[in-house]
C-alpha cells in the first residue's frame, strides 16, 4: 500500500513520472533530470519532500531527552529557531537516522526525519523517552516544499510576501501563523525548506511554479545531493556504520564530558582506536556509471560503491564509497564485468554551485 502527498495530481498534470519511493508515489523527474539538476545549480527548482517525516518533541524534558538521544547536542542552540543536523547512534554507535533538529522553544523542538526509518526512528524515539516528561508527536497533517537554487529564496520570499526570511541565517528558521521556513535543504545549494499544512500545498506549489522555479523530482534531488557529498541513508550509512566512518565526526558532540548521548561509549572507543573504514569520493572517466554495491578494490583491500551516478554540473561519472582507511589516490571498480580506474578525492564534487578544482585535476 503506497501513501500519496497532497500534491499528487499536481506531480501528474506537470507530467511527473511517477514511482514507489519509501511507500510513497513521487515524481522521478517531470521530462528531463538533468534538466532539473542544472535549474537547481543555476536558477532554482522546487521539490516536494512530504514524504519525509516531521516529529515534535514537546514538554518540560524536550532538551535534557534530545541531548540523551542525539549525538549532536541541541544545548548548543540558543535562540529560537536554529537548527543542527545529527545522528541518532545505537548502543554500538551504528547510526539510526540522520535528522535535522530546530529549536523552536525550550519545551519545543521539531525533528525532520527519514521517510524509510518512519517506523523505526518512531519506536526508537519513544522507546528512549522513558523518565522523560516529552510528547513525540508525529506531523502527517503538514507538508514540505524544498525551494532550492541561488535565486530560490528571493523567489519564496516574494510569495509568500515575508521579505524577512531573507534575514534568515544557514540552519535558522522562522514560524509565521501556520507555516514554518527555514534556510535548509539537501541539494549543496542554498534555499528553504517551507512546512505548511497539506490543504495549503497545492495553491504554493503552484505559485512557486509561477515565480519561475522549475519542478525537481527524486532523480535529480539525488544527483544533487551525491555531488555535494551528502549521505543518502541506508546507503551511504545505517545502524553498522558509525559518524566517524561517514564522514560525520563533526555531527559528534563529545563535549561536555558529562553528557551521556546513546551511543557516546561506542563512538569515544571507536575514535580512540582508530576506524578501519572510511567514505570517500570517486572520480571516474567518461563512460561507465558506477552504482551502489559495486565491488572497489584498494592497495589496502575490497571496498564498496555506496552511492554512484552521472554528475551533471561535474559532467562525468562519480560515486561515494567506503573503503579501507589509509591514503590511497587511486582504486578500482568493478562494472559488467570491467576493472574501470577511479580516482579519489574528498567530498562534496561542488561546493557553491561550483566544481571543486581537485576534481578536474
Not at 506549489?205 to 551528502?230: N, T
Not at 567530498?347 to 554551485?353: K, Q, S
Amino acid at each position: 500500500m503506497t501513501s500519496r502527498t497532497a500534491l499528487f495530481d499536481a506531480h501528474q498534470a506537470a507530467g511527473g513520472r511517477m514511482v514507489t519511493f519509501a511507500g510513497w508515489e513521487l515524481p522521478i523527474h517531470y521530462g528531463s533530470q538533468i534538466d532539473e539538476h542544472h535549474a537547481v545549480r543555476q536558477r532554482s527548482g522546487l521539490f516536494d519532500v512530504s514524504h519525509m517525516t516531521v516529529v515534535d518533541i514537546q514538554g518540560t524534558d524536550a532538551r535534557s531527552y534530545l541531548r540523551h538521544l542525539l549525538a549532536n547536542d541541541v544545548g548548543r542552540l540558543q535562540s529560537p529557531g536554529q537548527a543542527l543536523y545529527g545522528c541518532m547512534l545505537n548502543e554500538s554507535g551504528g547510526i539510526v537516522d540522520d535528522l535535522i533538529t530546530y529549536y523552536l522553544h525550550d519545551d519545543f523542538y521539531r525533528t525532520v526525519v527519514n521517510a524509510a526509518t518512519r517506523e523505526t526512528d518512531l519506536a526508537w524515539m519513544r522507546s528512549r523517552s522513558e523518565g522523560f516528561d516529552v510528547r513525540i508527536i508525529e506531523r502527517d497533517d503538514l507538508a514540505m516544499l524544498a525551494a532550492q537554487g541561488p535565486a530560490a529564496r528571493e523567489q519564496v520570499a516574494e510569495v509568500l510576501g515575508l521579505p524577512q526570511c531573507l534575514e534568515l541565517k544557514p540552519f535558522h528558521s522562522m514560524a509565521h501563523d501556520a507555516w514554518f521556513v527555514a534556510r535548509t535543504g539537501y541539494t549543496g545549494e542554498d534555499g528553504f525548506e517551507i512546512l505548511l499544512p497539506a490543504t495549503l500545498a497545492p495553491e504554493l506549489w503552484q505559485q512557486l511554479l509561477a515565480a519561475g522555479m522549475q519542478p525537481c523530482g527524486l532523480g535529480a534531488r539525488d544527483s544533487l545531493r551525491m555531488e555535494a557529498g551528502l549521505n543518502l541513508y541506508g546507503q551511504d550509512m545505517d545502524t553498522e556504520t558509525s559518524p566517524l566512518e561517514s564522514n560525520l565526526g563533526w555531527t559528534v558532540a563529545l563535549e561536555p564530558e558529562d553528557r551521556q548521548f546513546v551511543g557516546r561509549q561506542a563512538v569515544e572507543e571507536l575514535k580512540q582506536t582508530g576506524v578501519e573504514r572510511r567514505l570517500v569520493g570517486l572520480v571516474l572517466a567518461p563512460g561507465a556509471i558506477p552504482r551502489s554495491g559495486a565491488e572497489v578494490d584498494t592497495a589496502s583491500g575490497p571496498g564498496a560503491v555506496t552511492s554512484g551516478g552521472f554528475g551533471p554540473t561535474v559532467e562525468r561519472p562519480i560515486a561515494l564509497a567506503r573503503i579501507p582507511a589509509g591514503e590511497v589516490s587511486e582504486v578500482s571498480i568493478r562494472l559488467r564485468g570491467r576493472d574501470l580506474s577511479a580516482r579519489v578525492v574528498r567530498p562534496p564534487f561542488v561546493r557553491g554551485g561550483k566544481i571543486r578544482d581537485s576534481i578536474l585535476d
